[in-house]
């Protein structure tokens, strides 16, 4: 089956990095994508990144763009966001997503959840 287990969420300070990484398991295709997402309490879920696993494309929310970095180690079915100047709005329960419909999110797609399989998600507080 199917399996995203996320690990290095966890309490940091404002200006402080985190690292967090994505192991995929049990996707058989090559052809999908490796996505970031969070979700604070009473707000929406929404996308901080996303790469695709056969050419390396990558894509950024708004808020994160210079900030956040999404990398991929093949070999190892991992994808890794490396979280550099967090801000206390970066709060959040952040979920990694695999399929391939995922970075659509990033054109406007209400589908992009379509074929997808998700993580449990980690923890990621930022004080001020």
């Known amino acids: 089956e199917v399996q995203l287990v996320e690990s290095g969420g966890g309490l940091v300070q404002a200006g402080g990095s985190l690292r967090l990484s994505c192991t995929v398991s049990?996707?058989?295709?090559?052809?999908?994508?490796i996505g970031w997402f969070r979700q604070a309490p009473g707000k929406e879920r929404e996308g901080v990144s996303c790469?695709?696993?056969?050419?390396?494309?990558?894509y950024y929310g708004d808020s994160v763009k210079g900030r956040f970095t999404i990398s991929s180690d093949n070999a190892k079915n991992t994808v890794y966001l490396q979280m550099n100047s967090l801000k206390p709005e970066d709060t959040a329960v952040y979920y990694c997503?695999?399929?391939?419909?995922?970075?659509?999110?990033?054109?406007?797609?209400?589908?992009?959840?379509?074929?997808?399989?998700w993580g449990q998600g980690t923890q990621v507080t930022v004080s001020s």
């Open positions: 997503a695999a399929g391939p419909w995922i970075c659509s999110y990033y054109s406007g797609s209400s589908y992009y959840t379509q074929k997808g399989y």
């Open positions: 049990g996707f058989t295709k090559d052809d999908y994508a």
């Open positions: 790469i695709s696993v056969s050419d390396g494309d990558t």
